[in-house]
Protein backbone atom coordinates (compact mmCIF):
# COMPACT_ATOMS: atom_id res chain seq x y z
CA UNK A 1 0.00 0.00 0.00
CA UNK A 2 1.28 3.49 -0.95
CA UNK A 3 0.57 6.80 0.39
CA UNK A 4 1.92 9.98 -1.33
CA UNK A 5 1.75 13.08 0.37
CA UNK A 6 3.51 16.61 -0.11
CA UNK A 7 1.12 18.30 -2.39
CA UNK A 8 -0.37 21.89 -2.01
CA UNK A 9 -1.39 25.19 -3.77
CA UNK A 10 1.78 26.69 -4.48
CA UNK A 11 2.90 29.80 -6.53
CA UNK A 12 4.82 29.99 -10.11
CA UNK A 13 8.67 29.08 -8.95
CA UNK A 14 7.97 27.57 -5.71
CA UNK A 15 9.83 24.15 -4.50
CA UNK A 16 7.88 21.12 -3.26
CA UNK A 17 8.47 18.11 -2.09
CA UNK A 18 6.38 14.72 -2.95
CA UNK A 19 6.75 11.70 -0.79
CA UNK A 20 5.71 8.22 -1.37
CA UNK A 21 5.73 5.86 1.85
CA UNK A 22 4.77 2.38 1.59
CA UNK A 23 3.43 0.00 4.41
CA UNK A 24 5.86 -2.80 3.22
CA UNK A 25 9.11 -4.03 3.38
CA UNK A 26 9.66 -5.18 0.81
CA UNK A 27 9.60 -1.52 -0.35
CA UNK A 28 12.89 -2.10 -1.42
CA UNK A 29 12.49 -4.66 -4.00
CA UNK A 30 10.27 -2.26 -5.94
CA UNK A 31 10.90 0.10 -8.65
CA UNK A 32 8.51 3.76 -8.53
CA UNK A 33 7.25 5.93 -10.45
CA UNK A 34 6.03 9.13 -10.38
CA UNK A 35 2.96 9.85 -12.73
CA UNK A 36 0.80 12.99 -13.12
CA UNK A 37 -2.99 13.26 -14.32
CA UNK A 38 -4.50 17.23 -15.51
CA UNK A 39 -8.00 17.34 -15.95
CA UNK A 40 -8.80 16.35 -19.41
CA UNK A 41 -5.51 14.44 -20.39
CA UNK A 42 -3.80 11.11 -20.05
CA UNK A 43 -1.84 10.39 -17.30
CA UNK A 44 1.81 10.60 -17.73
CA UNK A 45 5.04 9.79 -16.29
CA UNK A 46 7.16 12.05 -14.71
CA UNK A 47 9.93 10.47 -13.30
CA UNK A 48 10.96 6.73 -12.12
CA UNK A 49 13.43 5.25 -9.93
CA UNK A 50 14.83 1.76 -9.87
CA UNK A 51 15.31 0.10 -6.47
CA UNK A 52 18.92 0.61 -5.77
CA UNK A 53 18.11 4.61 -6.89
CA UNK A 54 20.91 3.63 -9.99
CA UNK A 55 18.46 4.02 -12.27
CA UNK A 56 16.66 7.24 -12.90
CA UNK A 57 14.90 8.63 -16.05
CA UNK A 58 12.82 12.03 -16.36
CA UNK A 59 10.35 13.57 -18.79
CA UNK A 60 11.86 15.78 -21.26
CA UNK A 61 9.74 18.69 -19.96
CA UNK A 62 11.28 18.44 -15.94
CA UNK A 63 14.23 16.97 -16.31
CA UNK A 64 16.38 20.01 -15.19
CA UNK A 65 13.64 20.72 -12.48
CA UNK A 66 12.94 17.73 -10.89
CA UNK A 67 14.67 15.10 -8.83
CA UNK A 68 13.82 11.73 -7.72
CA UNK A 69 15.22 9.66 -5.00
CA UNK A 70 14.31 7.06 -2.56
CA UNK A 71 15.30 5.76 1.15
CA UNK A 72 14.89 2.03 1.99
CA UNK A 73 15.45 2.33 5.04
CA UNK A 74 12.24 4.44 5.36
CA UNK A 75 10.27 2.51 3.16
CA UNK A 76 9.90 5.91 1.41
CA UNK A 77 10.25 7.80 -2.21
CA UNK A 78 10.46 11.56 -3.07
CA UNK A 79 9.37 13.80 -6.19
CA UNK A 80 11.97 17.00 -5.39
CA UNK A 81 9.95 19.66 -7.63
CA UNK A 82 11.79 22.71 -8.40
CA UNK A 83 11.25 26.15 -10.15
CA UNK A 84 7.23 24.91 -10.11
CA UNK A 85 5.01 26.24 -13.39
CA UNK A 86 1.52 26.37 -13.91
CA UNK A 87 1.66 24.17 -16.21
CA UNK A 88 2.83 21.50 -14.12
CA UNK A 89 -0.74 21.62 -12.19
CA UNK A 90 -1.76 17.88 -12.06
CA UNK A 91 -2.77 15.19 -9.42
CA UNK A 92 0.41 13.43 -8.97
CA UNK A 93 0.66 10.11 -7.59
CA UNK A 94 3.27 7.47 -6.87
CA UNK A 95 3.04 3.86 -8.39
CA UNK A 96 4.96 0.34 -7.64
CA UNK A 97 6.31 -2.53 -9.73
CA UNK A 98 8.20 -5.41 -9.89
CA UNK A 99 11.79 -5.50 -11.62
CA UNK A 100 12.84 -2.74 -14.27
CA UNK A 101 11.04 1.06 -14.01
CA UNK A 102 8.92 1.85 -16.81
CA UNK A 103 7.10 4.89 -17.85
CA UNK A 104 4.07 2.93 -18.88
CA UNK A 105 1.21 3.39 -15.98
CA UNK A 106 -0.39 -0.39 -16.52
CA UNK A 107 2.78 -1.97 -16.11
CA UNK A 108 2.36 -0.95 -12.08
CA UNK A 109 0.37 -2.94 -9.89
CA UNK A 110 0.37 -0.69 -6.57
CA UNK A 111 -1.14 3.12 -6.77
CA UNK A 112 -0.85 5.70 -4.09
CA UNK A 113 -4.23 7.95 -3.65
CA UNK A 114 -2.72 11.12 -5.46
CA UNK A 115 -1.64 14.63 -4.08
CA UNK A 116 -2.43 17.77 -5.66
CA UNK A 117 -0.10 19.96 -7.24
CA UNK A 118 -1.92 23.04 -8.24
CA UNK A 119 0.71 25.60 -9.31
CA UNK A 120 -0.35 29.18 -9.46
CA UNK A 121 1.09 31.98 -11.87
Known amino acids: QLEDSGGGLVQAGASLRLSCAASERTFSSYAIGWFRQAPGKERECVAY????????NFADSVKDRFTISRDNDKNTAYLQMNRLKPEVTALYFCAAKYYRPRHVPGEYAYWGQGTQVPVSS
Open 49 to 56: IGWSAMNT
